[in-house]
């Protein structure tokens, strides 16, 4: 079925003052869409960037006002009503309408969720309520763990994805000593080859981390109510200060279920990001839609921002099919990660040296070109993701001569 324009003066309202959630608004202005737009926001703060949080915010590089992505008086100026501390309870389908916690209710034409992800949290019975056990994800959660990272405090990171790796990074580079620990045989095994998993296990064992892999939590002991040690399963004790769990994140579903629309692995949409109502989208952490022969969910900033500016061309009458094209990427200590495509599935993978001690992972299945992991090597991942985009798949014997030009493989 295809996307009909909407009445260019419709009430659009979107759940979630996330990064999908501001482009979406944006994007519909920059559209022309002339109609009231509500943006609801459970957080205090205007929308910001996440990724720099557990970075450059956490070292102290950045101040809270330039994670922002606009100025306040942006959404005045587009006319863009920002409700902030506001939390959507209920969504009415057949009243077209939406009810906040606080009573009030905001009546919509259409209806975008960019309700995100939240992370999972270590539960209560093994320790994870104590004081001084944070996960990573707004402004708040690293505002409270922010006065803890003091020279030779111990942290101990749950975790080995790259999540736990990005605040160990940050924790090794403010002095502190960081022990990490991945119930896996390997870190980042969900998401990376054995090789890109060496390369970051032996940069932090470099830094001084302490990395101990296959190594599952049993409990957080505590005294006083505040965490003061780790059990693992193997019976060691590890003394800690503080915690910080990165053991991934899970979809802000509830709202949407209990209004009655399709989830899978996510808010279900389809290729124009509209759920099982014709009248309410979805995009960003917590809409999984058609990719190839299947069905996924992405949660990346690339993503977040694609899919929502795709959900503002369907309501501006221009809709095009969402055709995710998956790019990630990491900083830790000096070294830019930078991914491209989706791995799964891979059954080789192929090394290419590159300038400068970078260096690139490219997975194959067989003849198929996936992705690409690219460490310190810019260049290599803007050939590879062009590649993997116009769905090329030079051999793997090519791709690991450093000889090979690779701009000429886009020929």
């Given at each position: 079925?295809?996307?009909?324009?909407?009445?260019?003066?419709?009430?659009?309202?979107?759940?979630?003052?996330?990064?999908a959630?501001?482009?979406?608004?944006?994007?519909?202005r920059?559209?022309?869409?002339?109609?009231?737009?509500?943006?609801?926001g459970?957080?205090?703060?205007?929308?910001?960037?996440?990724?720099?949080?557990?970075k450059?915010?956490?070292?102290?590089?950045?101040?809270?006002?330039?994670?922002?992505?606009?100025?306040?008086?942006?959404?005045?100026?587009?006319?863009?009503?920002?409700?902030?501390?506001?939390?959507?309870?209920?969504?009415?389908?057949?009243?077209?309408?939406?009810?906040?916690?606080?009573?009030?209710?905001?009546?919509?034409?259409?209806?975008?969720?960019?309700?995100?992800?939240?992370p999972?949290?270590?539960?209560?019975e093994?320790?994870?309520?104590?004081?001084?056990?944070?996960?990573?994800?707004?402004?708040?959660?690293?505002?409270?763990?922010?006065?803890?990272?003091?020279?030779?405090?111990?942290?101990l990171?749950?975790?080995g994805?790259?999540?736990?790796?990005?605040?160990?990074?940050?924790?090794?580079?403010?002095?502190?000593?960081?022990?990490v620990?991945?119930?896996?045989?390997?870190?980042?095994q969900?998401?990376?080859?054995?090789?890109?998993?060496?390369?970051?296990?032996?940069?932090?064992?470099?830094?001084g981390?302490?990395?101990?892999?296959?190594?599952?939590?049993?409990?957080?002991?505590?005294?006083?109510?505040?965490?003061?040690?780790?059990?693992?399963?193997?019976?060691?004790v590890?003394?800690?200060?503080?915690?910080?769990?990165?053991?991934?994140?899970?979809?802000?579903?509830?709202?949407?279920?209990?209004?009655?629309?399709?989830?899978?692995?996510?808010?279900?949409?389809?290729?124009?990001?509209?759920?099982?109502?014709?009248?309410?989208?979805?995009?960003g952490?917590c809409?999984?839609?058609?990719?190839?022969?299947?069905?996924i969910?992405?949660?990346?900033?690339?993503?977040?921002?694609?899919?929502?500016e795709?959900?503002?061309?369907?309501?501006t009458?221009?809709?095009?099919?969402?055709?995710?094209k998956?790019?990630?990427?990491?900083?830790q200590?000096?070294v830019?990660?930078?991914?491209?495509?989706?791995?799964?599935?891979?059954?080789?993978?192929?090394?290419?040296?590159g300038?400068?001690?970078?260096?690139?992972?490219?997975?194959?299945?067989?003849?198929?070109?996936?992705?690409?992991?690219?460490?310190?090597?810019p260049?290599?991942?803007?050939?590879?993701?062009?590649?993997?985009?116009?769905?090329?798949?030079?051999?793997?014997?090519i791709?690991?001569?450093?000889?090979?030009?690779?701009?000429?493989?886009?020929?």
């Amino acid at each position: 079925m295809r996307d009909e324009p909407i009445d260019p003066c419709a009430r659009i309202v979107v759940i979630g003052a996330g990064q999908a959630g501001f482009t979406a608004c944006a994007k519909l202005r920059d559209l022309g869409h002339q109609g009231p737009i509500t943006l609801i926001g459970e957080e205090a703060h205007p929308p910001y960037q996440r990724p720099p949080l557990s970075k450059g915010y956490l070292l102290g590089e950045i101040t809270e006002d330039r994670l922002y992505f606009r100025p306040p008086s942006f959404y005045e100026e587009r006319s863009i009503d920002l409700r902030l501390s506001a939390m959507a309870s209920a969504i009415d389908r057949d009243r077209k309408v939406v009810a906040l916690a606080d009573g009030a209710t905001v009546p919509y034409d259409r209806l975008i969720l960019t309700t995100g992800a939240r992370p999972r949290t270590l539960p209560a019975e093994i320790g994870g309520d104590l004081d001084g056990v944070f996960c990573v994800r707004n402004l708040a959660d690293i505002n409270a763990m922010a006065e803890h990272f003091r020279q030779d405090q111990r942290v101990l990171i749950v975790g080995g994805g790259y999540i736990g790796l990005e605040a160990a990074a940050v924790s090794a580079k403010l002095g502190l000593k960081v022990t990490v620990i991945e119930a896996a045989p390997r870190i980042l095994q969900r998401v990376a080859c054995p090789e890109t998993a060496a390369y970051f296990r032996d940069l932090h064992d470099r830094k001084g981390v302490t990395l101990l892999e296959g190594a599952a939590l049993e409990a957080l002991q505590g005294e006083e109510g505040h965490v003061r040690s780790a059990r693992l399963a193997d019976g060691s004790v590890i003394p800690v200060d503080f915690v910080i769990a990165g053991v991934g994140v899970v979809p802000n579903v509830e709202l949407a279920a209990a209004a009655g629309l399709s989830i899978d692995n996510g808010i279900a949409v389809d290729e124009n990001c509209r759920t099982s109502d014709p009248q309410i989208y979805a995009a960003g952490d917590c809409a999984s839609f058609p990719w190839r022969s299947g069905r996924i969910r992405l949660e990346s900033v690339g993503n977040a921002i694609e899919q929502a500016e795709a959900v503002a061309r369907s309501l501006t009458g221009t809709p095009s099919r969402y055709d995710a094209k998956p790019w990630f990427w990491s900083d830790q200590y000096e070294v830019k990660l930078q991914i491209a495509g989706l791995s799964a599935g891979y059954d080789t993978v192929t090394t290419r040296p590159g300038a400068a001690g970078g260096v690139s992972y490219w997975y194959y299945r067989g003849e198929e070109l996936l992705a690409v992991d690219a460490m310190n090597d810019p260049r290599v991942y803007m050939v590879a993701k062009r590649l993997i985009e116009a769905g090329r798949s030079p051999s793997a014997v090519i791709v690991g001569d450093p000889a090979t030009d690779l701009k000429a493989l886009l020929q």
